[in-house]
């Protein structure tokens, strides 16, 4: 029988996945493919912390092929001519694939589609990504949502998503093996290492995320709603980056999740208050399928007169966690070692960004891509948005996280500022959200010189809040461009 080939993308996994699912369906030989054209994915090649997460995933999933009887080819380049080229090597004649909802994907994958069709080839593409996709869910006027609550409330109405998908059994391998690249061979791995922090953080993979997965529900979950906002705690799941690469799929979560409702019932507030999350997730990809330009431009137009300031040296402390405010800068500390920022912090650190700083929110939105594990066109480009006030459901832009007050909200005992920033961690906890109103004599009996062991406040915050209203009220009207 002719093979059929798997092209993976950002399902890297052997659970749960429909276009593997219809290849073993096939009972044909089968060619599992990735294929590294970071050149297609428009203005968001993948940054540095996702290429080392992918690397480790790829790995994972070839593991995981193996003991199925398989293995993954690797090929990297202009994936229509590769896709064409494997198809004449090895006779192949279906491709499948999940589907994905970034604009430059959605056009590549649909321009292969039509040509790998013209030559008669059967291709399918499926849903792996999203527990209902973007164009399945609309409003009473049959357009796409922009506020949340009611595109929860219609989850809420809409039947349980379909059950998971088991993996299959084992994987029939084909006569004709292409020659593959090695994964060294992508170059994704940094030529120096400085991703000692994101090895003793994470386990990328099929097998880390299930692990994530079950720690989650068996320690944390019944006290999510109460832990979730505090960043010195594990108290969230911590799946985004095996949710992002597709290790894990939304279906087995919201049903694993009902399965331990149905378990315990005490469970019901912070199981749904964890799916809800779950589903913020759906509707930031809602929202990019609908509004692709939201990625780089606001989706209310008024904001494009906005008047953003440009400072590199602000932009550079803020980027390197040397803003003066500590948990913004434990944040930025945090996700430069990590990869991974706590999401109260995320808030926390792009207001202060936008809204202290006044500088572009796409300017926060690149240094997140290049450094989260987690980078996710849909995620950022909603989270960016919605902390600038010019989103869809957005913080009203005059609501203006004063970060001492966030801190002490959310770090009460400074737990998380210790750890992310040492030079302060001998300070009281009365002074640790804002060093500069410690006295001078008591500065030095902690060991804190502002200016030189830590920074000065960058901006002085009641002044900068007074000038982001100020510039805010410049923009009159609040449209939606559609
Ligand atoms: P949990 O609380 O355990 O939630 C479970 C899952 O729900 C998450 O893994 C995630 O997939 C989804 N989720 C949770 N909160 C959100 C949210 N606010 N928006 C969308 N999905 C959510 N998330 C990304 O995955 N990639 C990004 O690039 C990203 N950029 C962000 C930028 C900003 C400025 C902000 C404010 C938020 C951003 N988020 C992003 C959302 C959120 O911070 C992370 O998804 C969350 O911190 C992941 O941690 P967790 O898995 O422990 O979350």
Known sequence: MNPSIVWFRQDLRLHDNPALDAAVRQLGPILPLFIWSPSEEGDWPPGEASQWWLHQSLAALDKELQK???RLLVQKGDTAQILKKLIKKTNAAAVFWNRRYEPAAVARDAQIKCELHSLKIDVESFNAAMLYEPWEIANKQNKPFLVFTPFWNYYLSLQNPLPPLPAPAKLPFPSTWPESLSLGDLQLKPFIDWAAGFRETWSPGWQGAEHALADFLNQRLYDYKANRDLPDTIGTARLSPHLHFGEISPRHIWHAVQERLREEKRLSEPAWSFLRQLVWREFAHHLLFHFPHTATQPLRADFESFPWKNS?????AWQKGRTGYPIVDAGMRELWHTGWMHNRVRMIAASFLVKDLLLPWQEGARWFWDTLVDADLANNS?????????????????R????????????????????????LSQLPTKWIHKPWQCPLNEQRRYGLVLGETYPEPTVDH???????????????????RE
């Open 382 to 398: 909603m989270g960016w948005q919605w902390v600038a006030g010019c989103g869809a459901d957005a913080a009203p832009y005059f």
């Open 400 to 423: 203006i996280f004063n970060p001492v007050l966030q801190g002490e909200k959310f770090d009460p005992q400074g737990h998380y500022i210790r750890r992310w920033i040492p030079e």
């Open 462 to 480: 009641s002044l900068a809040r007074d000038r982001a209203l100020t510039a805010f009220n410049q923009i009159k009207s609040r449209k939606i």
């Open 312 to 316: 590199q040296p602000q932009l550079r």
């Open 68 to 70: 199925k009887g398989s």
